[in-house]
């Protein structure tokens, strides 16, 4: 498995990481996942407090358990969830973020995290706020790194500018292209690296993911996505693999350090594995798929 490295850091992910969200609350099952993709060369693991109310962390600390030192470990904060109320309420403070650090290692069963991401922000955030508490962390030894998992170009901006992200969490695949007007070129400009998440489009872009269509997606509609779907086959390369073509295209572009597809079985992850083996798209490749595709914007997201 390639390894690329993160922004300007010293972390050196796999290219083809693992989203942990989708990893299910059978603990059992779960760790077994995470040790077949870590013997599979997958060295990169992405988890957040929120996923199963802090139950991911500890499924994912339980399986590195051992074996931390193989492992670049990644998780999220931002999203305060409180007993006995419903829902969650996004805090971005110094004060719950230097709190909530400490939730997170316990439940992950380590003295200290990778790389600490925001896990979301707007522009009315107490944006020095939040940057201070990260780079406290950083000189207390807790964080390694910090980054922010957003798709909001102007927080985005704010942060690349501001304070010293390693990297940037977004969603990118050839069925939603937004990154690539705004957020890439900025990132590349700031040797920021993107770690793109969705990269299959909720499993749309994969040999299986004709069902998942029916709702459409994005501003694609499902008549337009049933099109697009058999011209990729056509236009993908040698392996004729959708889901290969689509890990291959987030990862063309140079600021994308790793895809985090998701996987709730042995065969998904090993499946996202095997990505890894794909020959990379030539040019005219990206050019005809790029062609079929739409170029589209953030509208919403500001």
Not at 146 to 175: D, F, K, T
Not at 276 to 302: C, D, F, P, V
């Amino acid at each position: 498995m390639k390894h690329n490295r993160l922004g300007n850091s010293e972390l050196y992910v796999s290219e083809i990481g693992l989203g942990c969200m989708s990893l299910g609350t059978d603990k059992e099952k779960a760790v077994a996942l995470v040790h077949q993709a870590i013997d599979g060369g997958i060295n990169f693991l992405d988890t957040a407090d929120l996923y199963d109310e802090g139950l991911n962390e500890e499924i994912v600390g339980e399986a590195i358990r051992g074996r931390r030192s193989d492992i670049i470990l990644a998780t999220k904060v931002g999203n305060r969830w409180e007993p006995g109320k419903e829902g969650w309420t996004w805090d971005p403070s110094k004060a719950y973020i230097k709190s909530a650090v400490k939730d997170s290692l316990r439940r992950l069963q380590t003295d200290y995290i990778d790389l600490y991401q925001l896990h979301g922000g707007t522009l009315n955030d107490p944006v020095s706020e939040t940057i201070e508490a990260f780079e406290e962390l950083k000189q207390e030894g807790l964080i390694r790194y910090y980054g922010v998992s957003s798709i909001r170009p102007n927080v985005i901006r704010e942060y690349a500018e501001r304070s010293n992200i390693v990297s940037v969490m977004s969603q990118y695949s050839i069925l939603d292209r937004r990154p690539e007007e705004e957020i890439l070129p900025l990132l590349a400009e700031k040797g920021i690296s993107l770690i793109a998440r969705g990269p299959v489009a909720k499993g749309i872009l994969t040999g299986n993911g004709a069902a998942k269509a029916e709702k459409g997606y994005l501003d694609y509609s499902k008549e337009e996505l049933s099109a697009l779907r058999a011209a990729l086959l056509r236009a993908g390369g040698g392996s004729n693999d959708m889901a290969h073509t689509a890990i291959r295209y987030a990862l063309a572009n140079p600021a994308v350090a790793a895809v985090i597809p998701g996987a709730s079985s042995a065969a998904q992850l090993l499946h996202n594995i095997d990505a890894g083996r794909a020959q990379a798209l030539t040019s005219k490749e990206l050019e005809a798929i790029r062609s079929l595709s739409r170029s589209n914007r953030y509208e919403q997201h500001r």
